[in-house]
């Protein structure tokens, strides 16, 4: 017998599919959301009711925002003949707050799994290869350092050698402040193939 109502067990169990969020968090955070509905529940209601309505996936790189054009595509004062090629929203939002890249960017929309089904035909590479076409100079290549993000990486690769754009990749390896006890192999891997000279 449950000791909630379904609403609340329909609540908990959406939450529950939310990244980072377990049965037991969501447990949690249903009942602070319960015990402030004024303050928290409600305004977080009409929050998600208002996104939901006016959030567009961008037709030119894939982001999420307002319009479409998205407002990084419609920025004048970005480097239209830099492009950095993401597999999700996620990875472009997290490079924007590091405020390391000014040009422009491309969401594929995952990485290729076989595993998952996720093919060429699946994510957004024919519009890429278009993107290129227009007079990019440098495509990067930021994807994951996972096995399904280092085969998208060489998929895009070869995909692009012939258009004879430039073809870059994040370096992988020692993060900044990083102690090589607390690597793991494949990270210790990847920075021992990415050494340069002094």
Same mark, same amino acid.
């Given at each position: 017998?449950?000791?909630?109502?379904?609403?609340?067990?329909?609540?908990?169990?959406?939450?529950?599919?939310?990244?980072?969020?377990?049965?037991?968090?969501?447990?949690?955070?249903?009942?602070?959301?319960?015990?402030?509905?004024?303050?928290?529940?409600?305004?977080?209601?009409?929050?998600?009711?208002?996104?939901?309505?006016?959030?567009?996936?961008?037709?030119?790189?894939?982001?999420?925002?307002?319009?479409?054009?998205?407002?990084?595509?419609?920025?004048?004062?970005?480097?239209?003949?830099?492009?950095?090629?993401?597999?999700?929203?996620?990875?472009?939002? $997290? &490079?924007?707050?590091? *405020? #390391?890249?000014?040009? /422009?960017?491309?969401?594929?929309?995952?990485?290729?799994?076989? @595993? !998952?089904?996720?093919?060429?035909?699946?994510?957004?590479?024919?519009?890429?290869?278009?993107?290129?076409?227009?007079?990019?100079?440098?495509?990067?290549?930021?994807?994951?350092?996972?096995?399904?993000?280092?085969?998208?990486?060489?998929?895009?690769?070869? $995909? &692009?050698?012939?258009? *004879? #754009?430039?073809?870059? /990749?994040?370096?992988?390896?020692?993060?900044?402040?990083?102690? @090589? !006890?607390?690597?793991?192999?494949?990270?210790?891997?990847?920075?021992?193939?990415?050494?340069?000279?002094?």
């Amino acid at each position: 017998m449950s000791t909630i109502g379904p609403e609340i067990e329909r609540l908990v169990q959406l939450l529950a599919r939310l990244p980072g969020l377990g049965p037991r968090s969501a447990r949690r955070a249903t009942l602070e959301l319960l015990k402030k509905r004024e303050a928290l529940m409600e305004p977080l209601a009409a929050a998600l009711r208002d996104a939901a309505a006016a959030i567009k996936t961008c037709g030119i790189c894939g982001n999420l925002d307002t319009s479409s054009p998205c407002a990084l595509c419609r920025d004048p004062r970005r480097d239209a003949h830099l492009l950095c090629v993401v597999e999700d929203v996620a990875d472009l939002w $997290a &490079l924007e707050r590091a *405020g #390391v890249f000014r040009g /422009r960017y491309h969401v594929l929309g995952g990485a290729l799994s076989a @595993l !998952d089904g996720v093919t060429p035909e699946r994510l957004n590479v024919a519009s890429l290869a278009s993107r290129v076409a227009e007079g990019v100079d440098e495509v990067i290549l930021a994807m994951n350092a996972t096995v399904e993000g280092q085969t998208t990486a060489h998929y895009l690769m070869d $995909a &692009l050698a012939p258009t *004879g #754009v430039k073809l870059t /990749r994040l370096a992988h390896g020692v993060p900044v402040g990083g102690e @090589l !006890d607390y690597l793991d192999e494949g990270t210790l891997s990847a920075a021992f193939k990415a050494r340069r000279s002094l």
